[in-house]
């Protein structure tokens, strides 16, 4: 049984900064490439960024390039979502989802992904 737990949500003034942490369990975190997604009030869930399975591949979604940084540390099964001069329009559920495909890349389709945390809320006032 694959879990992710994401933590790191909270509030935080617009300008401001929040690190989501993502931990997986259950098989080999090295053998997932691995994503964050985020669903505002009333959106559709929607792509942030995403990174391979050896972390040598990154892509982020245009609106948050620049301010947003993946990372994972396969040692401790986590994937981390740094998320610097946050605005009003980040205000969301973020989720960290996992992608047990074997190449080593970076999945942007929410479909693609096989297992997802229970999001953790992240909410950015103005």
């Known amino acids: 049984q694959v879990q992710l737990i994401e933590s790191g949500g909270g509030l935080v003034q617009a300008g401001g900064s929040l690190r989501l942490s993502c931990v997986v369990s259950?098989?080999?975190?090295?053998?997932?490439?691995m994503g964050w997604f985020r669903q505002g009030p009333g959106k559709e869930r929607e792509f942030v960024a995403a990174i391979s399975r050896g972390g040598g591949i990154i892509y982020y979604a245009d609106s948050v390039k620049g301010r947003f940084t993946i990372s994972r540390d396969n040692a401790k099964n986590t994937v981390y979502l740094q998320m610097n001069s946050l605005k009003p329009e980040d205000t969301a559920v973020y989720y960290c989802?996992?992608?047990?495909?074997?190449?080593?890349?970076?999945?942007?389709?929410?479909?693609?992904?096989?297992?997802w945390g229970q999001g953790t809320q992240v909410t950015v006032s103005s």
């Open positions: 989802a996992a992608d047990p495909d074997p190449l080593n890349k970076v999945v942007v389709t929410i479909s693609r992904y096989d297992y």
């Open positions: 259950g098989r080999t975190f090295g053998s997932y490439n």
